[in-house]
């Protein structure tokens, strides 16, 4: 059975991964756009919602850190 810490730590984990994962995967997407040379307006599209998007998977993975270590 596992300790309620050694649960905390995976999940920090996994949500790193998770977040890594997204980051390299937004890149990905861009990349993809950039190379079918999609109209200006849809890469400013996309990169602003996935900003926004990133931007709030931070703050979660923020919240679990510091409720996590606050707890």
């Known amino acids: 059975m596992f300790s309620l810490f050694e649960f905390a730590i995976g999940v920090r984990l996994l949500m790193f991964i ?4 997204f980051v ?3 890149n990905l997407i861009f990349t993809y756009l950039e190379h079918r040379k999609t109209k200006f307006l849809w890469k400013l599209a996309f990169v602003t919602l996935y900003s926004i998007f990133l931007l709030l998977v ?3 993975v923020w919240l679990v850190f510091y409720f996590g270590l606050n707890a």
């Open 58 to 60: 931070t703050y979660v």
């Open 24 to 26: 390299y995967g937004g």
């Open 18 to 21: 998770v977040f890594v994962a």
